[in-house]
């Protein structure tokens, strides 16, 4: 597509219950990122996929925090027993590599997650 | 990564040039300088990016100091809709280089 796409645009969810965030990159870009922003704050790393490499996951706050990118492409992020302090604005980036990455980041307008 | 200082806040008229500085002092010889900024409620927005040369594009310029500590991004005629904050950023130019994010400038553009 033309820019990153990320769904739900807004999700509210019970605390305790699961959820599911999808992230469509750009298409082309091998490097994709999970950022999330809380009410007023900056932005938080929390995980990095780099092509068929292991991803960087050192950012992700707890172990309730996962995410997968399936055939290169499209990447899920799974809160698991959401608590409160997970509610922020969760972004999505991606990016061309090459032998020396000198590109920009496109990010995705970010999913609204509250948790209630 | 090289870490950079920005003002917090800076006020510009409507139709001059904004010139927001950062200083990286600590930068390193494969390091470039990238700015990236966010408009309320939005998602971070590439604007430019350089090695050692200025670089100049339909939104901003940059200007990077000789001896690459520090630059300036330059809006050479602010509107309204600029008004967000602006984020320098330091970073290798190589895969697996990780964009962090510090506190920015709030960059206001007044009528």
């Known amino acids: 597509g033309a820019g990153v796409s990320q769904s739900p645009s807004n999700k509210v969810t019970e605390k305790g219950k699961d959820v599911e965030l999808r992230c469509d990159p750009i298409s082309g870009h091998t490097a994709l990122y999970w950022y999330r922003q809380s009410l007023g704050q900056g932005l938080e790393f929390l995980i990095y996929?780099?092509?068929?490499?292991?991803?960087?996951k050192s950012g992700l706050p707890s172990d309730r925090f996962s995410a997968e990118r399936t055939g290169g492409s499209v990447s899920t992020l799974t809160i698991q027993r959401t608590q409160q302090e997970d509610s922020a604005v969760y972004l999505c980036?991606?990016?061309?590599?090459?032998?020396?990455?000198?590109?920009?980041?496109?990010f995705g307008s970010g999913t609204r997650l509250t948790i209630v | 990564d090289a870490k950079t200082t920005q003002p917090t806040s800076m006020d510009c008229a409507e139709g001059r040039a904004a010139n927001l500085p950062c200083n990286h002092s600590?930068?390193?010889?494969?390091?470039?300088v990238y700015w990236y900024r966010q408009i309320h409620s939005q998602g971070p927005q590439y604007i430019i990016h350089?090695?050692?040369n200025n670089e100049t594009n339909e939104m901003a310029s940059l200007i990077i100091t000789e001896d690459r500590k520090s630059s300036t991004l330059i809006l050479p005629h602010a509107t309204l809709r600029d008004t967000a904050v602006y984020y320098c950023i330091v970073m290798v130019g190589t895969s697996g280089s990780r964009l962090t994010f510090g506190e920015g400038t709030q960059l206001t553009v007044n009528p």
């Open positions: 350089g090695l050692k």
């Open positions: 980036a991606s990016s061309e590599t090459g032998t020396r990455r000198t590109y920009g980041y496109t």
């Open positions: 600590t930068i390193s010889g494969n390091e470039y």
């Open positions: 996929f780099q092509g068929n490499s292991a991803p960087d």
